[in-house]
Each structure stands twice: as C-alpha cells, then as structure tokens.
C-alpha cells in the first residue's frame, strides 16, 4: 500500500509531462486525487501497517492523520486547479501539472517515513518540486518569492540535517549502536546523549521550522503566498506545513520519551507566543489580502507549537488544529484566489465589495476569517478552545493569557483587512471584468467550508479514534 500510495502519483506526474493537450493535462489531477484519497481510505481500514520496507516506511498514527489531511485537501483542490487553469490557457501547465502531483507522492513519503534520513530527503524534495508553483504567473514578484522560499528553505533544511547527524551522533556518544531508524531512536530514547539531544532538537526545531514556517523563520511565506496562485497557497499552508509538523512531531516524541519535556517545552512555548506575537503585527494595518494570511499561517503554526509546549493536556486539541487549519486554509486561499482573479489585484486599495463583486467567493472569504480566527462554531474554535483548556489543566495559566491575548490581536488586524475587502461597492473598473465563480472553482470551497463547519459542531467518531490513537501513541514511553 505504501508504494501505491507513493508511486503512483509520481507516475502520474510522469504521465502528465509526458500528455502534449494543455486542455486536458489538468484533469489527471482530480483523477490522480481521487484514486489517491481511495487508497488513502484503503490504508486507514488495515489494522497494522508497519514493517514494510524493513520499517523504512510506517504509517504509524500521526502520519495516518497528516496522509488523509493533505490527501483530502489536495483533491478538492485538484477539482478547483481544473477551473483555474481553464482561465489561464495563454500558459503551459505542462509544469504546474507535474509538479503539484509529484508533491502529492512525496506528501505520501513524508507520511510513510520512519527513518529521519528518509524523511528529510522527502522533504527537501518538497523543496524544489513546489518553486516552480509559486513561478507560474512568471513576473518579477514571483521570481523574487521563488529565490527566497529556495534559499531560506535549503538553509533550514541544511540545518535539519545536521540536526538529524546530532540526533544519530547522540546515540553513538553513549555507546549505542547508531541509527537514524524512528523506532530505535525511541525504544532507546532515555540512554540518548542528552547535550547532544538537546543540541538536535534545537537544529531541528530551527530547520523544520523554517518549513512550517515559524517566526522569525518566517521571512520566506508572506513572499511565496502572495505571489503563488490561490490553489498553491492551500497546498502550502494545509499540505506542506502540516507535513513540517509531522516531521517534528518525530523529534519531540522522541525527545519526550527521552524525558527531557521540560527542555522543549520552554523552547516551544517561546517559539509559538513568540510566532503568534509577529503575526499581529505584521497583519495590522494589511492591505495585501494574501499576504495577510500567510501570516495567518505563522500565526497557527505557533498555535501547533504552543501545543506541543504545553504537552499531554494539549496533544488532543494540538493534532485537531493540524486538520482544522488545514481545510480552513484551503477556504481562505481558494476564495481569495477567486477575487484576485476578478479583480487584478491583492491590495484592498482596489479590492472593495468582494461579495457584491463575487457573492459566493466574497461570503466564504468573510467566513474563512471567522473560522480561521476561533470563532464558533466552526472547527478551529474546538482545536483552539481544547488548547485553552489544556493550558488551564497544565497550570499554564500565564501562557493560556497570552494565547487569548494574542487571538483577540489576530482578529482585530485580520478583520480590519477582511472587511474592508468584502464591504462596500466595488469599483467601476472591476465590475464588468469576464471572472466570476464557477461550479469548479467554487464547488471545492464550499465542500471544504462545509467539512470546517461539521468539525465545530461535531468531529465524525473515526476520527475521533485516530485522535485519540495519536495521543496514546505520543504518550507511551518505551
């Protein structure tokens, strides 16, 4: 199963360079997700899905969570990437194609990969696959993002490496047998090196980080997300973020069962207060619409990190907001996709009376923000209010005032922005322009607003279960 799931969107992918009709190209990609998502499901049935590859590639339960996630998200924009490209047919997307789903099966790696030294090669693999993306509308802006997301990325990424050679190194400091393998490096996390551990997790936290996405290593998103097409902004901020996460998630666990909890919870804490605080200043007084919400991204990408600082209390409400911020992210950056679209422009300078202009794609941007920002009762509101409460059970109580402090921040400088882009008229240039919404650029927003929405009101037992399953696992110590 996980070949499958790995190989077969790089097939795809092949295929895809390979189909000469710039018309029909797009369309292996809802067929590739919709394959991908059904084995997907497949694999989450099967009771145990470890040892293959000689426990190179497990999905264990935080990966089950990460692989359906991005597989779900990156379907439904799959459908929306159809229509988007239907307006786009002055340009190739001979490479758009290729690339978004050879990200797909290296997503499926990352998920599947319990050796770190596999694992980060999946993710720098991520790296150069997803550049091209953010290049497609080929201007001078988005040349500058791809240089930067290449340059802070490989340097992140360097730093991950020499994070994981301290991580394998604390091993043979203290007369073990060295290994890069995730479940040896658990089984044998208390008899780890501690300096040498302490010095991996610090690396890794920078290096992954900088994936994710934390402040100050941030400097990369604000460029790459305004500059990328819509569909790409919601592959980065649910798909490859999430994954970052996953690759963290490994080190922490392993870091825990090391019982050095305290060591990294002061890290983290500090990390995600410190993401958060930089993201309400950066999004006061906004006017680029996209640009705001990558740094939306910084800010719950602290979120996950506050979680984790936090620790057991935490654990359930921190992996919940890995999937709420992943399908709400899909509503923002698709929709805003769509009135950048109509507009010509991401500055609320212009952009004015979104939801006259675009009455579908105006009312899901304004409720995007609302769930985004922890507003009942959609599905971030429950991820955020059980961090809360994990903060109070911990004895947290500093830290959970800061979390509330700074939320209140987020809403008021996100929604100035919004509001000022979905109300009043819009202006006589952009009136009469040829977009509006269609079944395949809407339809995907709509499904995934819908899914944002069920998970406030009620999050489906199955998943409940892998919730649950993932705690217990991030608990057990060997």
Partial sequence: MAFALILFPLLMAG???????????????????TVHLALVVMALGQADLTGTAGGWLVLDPPGRIVLLLVSTLFMLCSFYAVGYLGHRQERSNRVFCTCLLSFLGLMSLVSWSHHLGLMWVAIETT?????????????????????????VGSVGIALALLG????????????????LNFDDLLKHAPELSKPWLHAAFVLLLVGYGTK??????????????????????????????????LAFLRVYHICTAAG???????????????????AVLFMVGQRDFKRMLAYSSVEHMGILALGLGIGGPA???????????GLTKGVLFLSAGNIHRAYGSKSTDLVRGAIRRLPLSGTLFLAGFLAITGSPPFGPFISEFA?????????????????????????????????????GRPPSAVRNTP??????????IVILMAMVLLLGLYIPGPLTAMLNDTVRFLEVRP
């Fill in 164 to 179: 994981t050679f301290f991580l394998a190194y604390s091993s043979l400091h203290a007369g073990l047998e060295p290994s």
């Fill in 315 to 325: 654990l359930y409400g921190t992996l919940l907001h890995v999937v709420t911020n």
């Fill in 212 to 245: 994710m996405g934390l402040a100050p290593m941030h400097t990369w998103k604000p460029d790459a997300y305004g500059e990328a097409p819509g569909v790409v902004g919601a592959i980065f901020a649910g798909g490859v973020t999430s994954c970052a996460f």
């Fill in 127 to 151: 790296t150069l696959v997803t550049a091209p993306l953010i290049y497609f509308n080929r201007t001078q802006q988005s040349i500058e993002a791809t240089w930067k997301y290449l340059v």
């Fill in 435 to 444: 977009y509006h919404d269609g079944w395949l650029t809407a339809a995907p």
């Fill in 260 to 278: 050095e909890s305290a060591y990294t919870s002061r890290l983290l804490l500090f990390m995600g207060l410190f993401s958060m605080a930089v």
């Fill in 15 to 33: 295929l895809a360079a390979a189909v000469p009709s710039n018309r029909l190209r797009p369309w292996l990609l809802p067929l590739t997700a």
């Fill in 387 to 423: 961090i809360l409460n994990g903060a109070f059970d911990a004895g947290r109580f500093l830290v959970a005032g800061l979390f509330l402090l700074l939320l209140l921040g987020v809403f008021i400088g996100m929604g100035a922005t919004v509001l000022q882009a979905v109300q």
